[in-house]
């Protein structure tokens, strides 16, 4: 009963260096989302995919690379990481279509900070 | 421009009585979806109640109850009889867009919500 798994839980960062975040789910959802949330902003999106092998832009979405090249696996990489994106990172996804669309599932979190 | 607005920072209110979060959205499409996620002090996301831009009725999910009205694009939830435990962070979201925008979904700033005895 995993739902959404995120990796690593926390992380602490020097500014330019690389990391990658991982995101899987076993409910064999078809979209997948990349949110972060900063105190007073809420979750803003920075990227999501639609399927496997399909990525697209969110709101925020400079800084920041997925891929998405197996259905059940997300990846949200930042190539030379800023202070700006130190924040917590939330993974989500969902089913495409009908009443399931609508209920996202989210995973528990990652806390990166970039010093 | 912001597309979800939740104009409470912070609510209070007392066990046991019901209380009104306030959203706004903004979209010209016909068809959208609105939503509240609840995020407890413990940090995960927990969904709790979608109303859906063509369904005729508001939406309600045991205390919870979405009052839905479209002209004035306000999607407000209601919670009845308060609990210690609904002392959270709440959000709006909407879902709007077709084809592959479909997967975007924005949130509101939030409210948190405190519960006293």
């Known amino acids: 009963n995993a739902g959404v798994t995120q990796t690593p839980k926390f992380r602490v960062l020097k500014t330019g260096q690389s990391m990658t975040l991982l995101c899987a789910q076993d409910m064999n959802h078809e979209y997948m989302y990349w949110y972060r949330q900063d105190p007073g902003m809420g979750l803003r999106l920075i990227h999501y995919?639609?399927?496997?092998?399909?990525?697209a832009k969110g709101e925020v979405p400079d800084g920041y690379n997925v891929s998405r090249l197996k259905k059940q696996n997300f990846l949200l990489g930042l190539e030379s990481a800023a202070p700006s994106q130190t924040s917590v990172y939330f993974c989500?996804?969902?089913?495409?279509?009908?009443?399931?669309?609508?209920?996202?599932?989210f995973g528990a979190g990652s806390r990166l900070t970039v010093l | 421009a912001q597309k979800i607005t939740q104009t409470q920072p912070g609510m209070f209110v007392q066990e046991k009585e019901a209380v009104t979060l306030d959203c706004t959205y903004d979209?010209?499409?016909?068809?959208?979806?609105l939503f509240w996620y609840k995020q407890p002090s413990s940090g995960e996301m927990i969904f709790l109640i979608y109303q859906g831009s063509y369904d005729e009725q508001n939406a309600t999910e045991g205390r919870y109850s979405l009052n839905f009205q479209k002209a004035r694009k306000s999607a407000n939830l209601v919670i009845s009889a308060s609990q210690l435990g609904d002392s959270a962070m709440y959000f709006c979201a909407m879902r709007h867009g077709r084809g592959s925008t479909l997967g975007r979904l924005y949130f509101g700033r939030g409210t948190q919500l405190t519960v006293w005895p």
């Open positions: 979209t010209s499409d016909q068809s959208y979806g």
């Open positions: 989500a996804s969902s089913l495409a279509g009908g009443t399931g669309a609508n209920v996202l599932t």
């Open positions: 995919s639609v399927g496997e092998g399909t990525t």
